[in-house]
């Protein structure tokens, strides 16, 4: 495997800062891996010169899952941005979960709320290169709070060692991954190992090592595999800049061939700690565009779990509007269009077949019309048929609304959909206008092999 990297092909200091691509985070949370779940007490994980504590405050759990995680990311990330410990949460919670990429509904809101408070109560530390543990918050931004505060401080030497050293995270997948904490921890995990990388070469890491890293308390080598790896085909099907081998010595990290490697963590001089009489920092405007919110493969046909993103399914989801019949007869059996004299302009939905997503159901994909949620269809062959229809809500997290996929099925169609997801978006959002263009778009599922002997 060739990897190689031309200086002129990373970012500079003001790409780095601006880049909206980009998701910066502190190496210590990519090394390794922060609660999965609940708990109460006193937590910790070490692992090669890095460490994570957190200390809840008496009778408080911990902070844990995915919101834990984002809460984090955007710590650092507008840290970076601004060169400032000040961090800006908003004007409420409802802000602040846009800010997170989130959905605004209640179960959401009340999961942040949940987890900044839980955050800010407890003491976390990172450690280093048996460096004494820095706490991440300042001491004024923890404790509890009897109103909103539209913004909390970060550590001045935790903030200096961001700075330093913070990774490069890809937005678009940590977007789509926003629900799923251990896709999270993987992927992290992998952009800090690519950031450090030497051109030419790959690095393995044995499963032990992993199991220390990123293993929930108690878990045993199978288990932690078996889940480790459904993480790394997560993000496996959404960065087209990795090139992943899993077996039983480990997972080997390289560089897919044509891709670039992230951005060095920006280069900056870290600043001088802050003084306790310091003038009040200046607050970072929200961002103006809110990522679509996260998709989730969930086994049909349960609801989402409560502690992930959710929304409550639709009363009755619009169905996907069938194509009109001269359009489907005009599709071969190989599933691509039939010569004619010149592009076939799109009507409101369009089917997919087989020959064209590597899956064993036909795709229909349509055009969104006003505030209803994001779906697709899927049936068994090319023929529209409603009773054989299955309809998938993809936002926040994607499910099955009716029909009925195995799970065999189910899990085919939702790593096509982590795959093609721009191209469902841009779909929806009705950006194209032929059917050359779509079809020109498509990938195909990734294949069940992907680990890499």
Sequence with gaps: MNISVSPADLLNQEQAHSDPGIVWLHPAFCRLGLPLLPAQGAWQREAEGTGVALDAADGQSLPSGWCLRLLLMHFCDSAVRSQDAAVDLGADITALATQLGVPATTPVLDEVRTQLEALLQARLTVAEDAQAPLGVLDARGRGKAAAWRPRIRLNSRFLASLLRQAVPLDRRVVTALAAEPLALDAHGWIRSLRQGQAAGTTITTGWNSLLRRFGAPN???????????????????????????????????????????????????????????????????????????????????????????????????????????????????????????????????????????????????????????????????????????????????????????????????????????????????????????????????????????
């Design 219 to 453: 878990q045993d080598l199978p288990a932690f595999r078996a889940a480790f790896e459904d993480a790394l085909r997560m993000v496996f099907a959404l960065d087209f800049s990795i090139s992943l081998a899993a077996d039983d010595e480990g997972v080997t990290v390289g560089e897919a061939a044509g891709s670039e490697a992230p951005p060095p963590a920006p280069d900056v001089a870290p600043p001088q700690p802050a003084l306790p009489e310091a003038a009040p920092p200046v607050e970072e405007a929200p961002r103006a565009r809110t990522p679509r919110a996260a998709a989730r493969a969930v086994a049909p046909p349960e609801a989402p779990p409560a502690a992930a993103p959710a929304a409550a399914a639709p009363a009755a989801a619009p169905p996907v509007e069938a194509a009109p019949a001269s359009a489907a007869a005009s599709e071969t059996a190989a599933g691509a269009p039939a010569a004619s004299a010149g592009p076939r302009r799109l009507d409101s939905s369009v089917s997919l077949r087989q020959s064209l997503t590597g899956l064993p159901v036909v795709v229909w994909l349509r055009r969104g019309t006003g505030e209803e949620p994001l779906v697709i269809g899927v049936t068994p062959g090319p023929r529209m048929e409603t009773d054989r229809l299955t309809v998938l809500m993809l936002e926040p997290m994607m499910m099955q609304v009716s029909g009925g996929l195995n799970q065999r099925e189910f899990d085919q169609v939702s790593a096509w959909v982590a795959t093609n997801r721009d191209l469902i978006d841009q779909f929806w959002d009705g950006e194209f206008d032929t059917f050359e263009e779509v079809t020109g778009r498509v990938r195909k599922t990734p294949a069940a092999n992907w680990r890499m002997a």
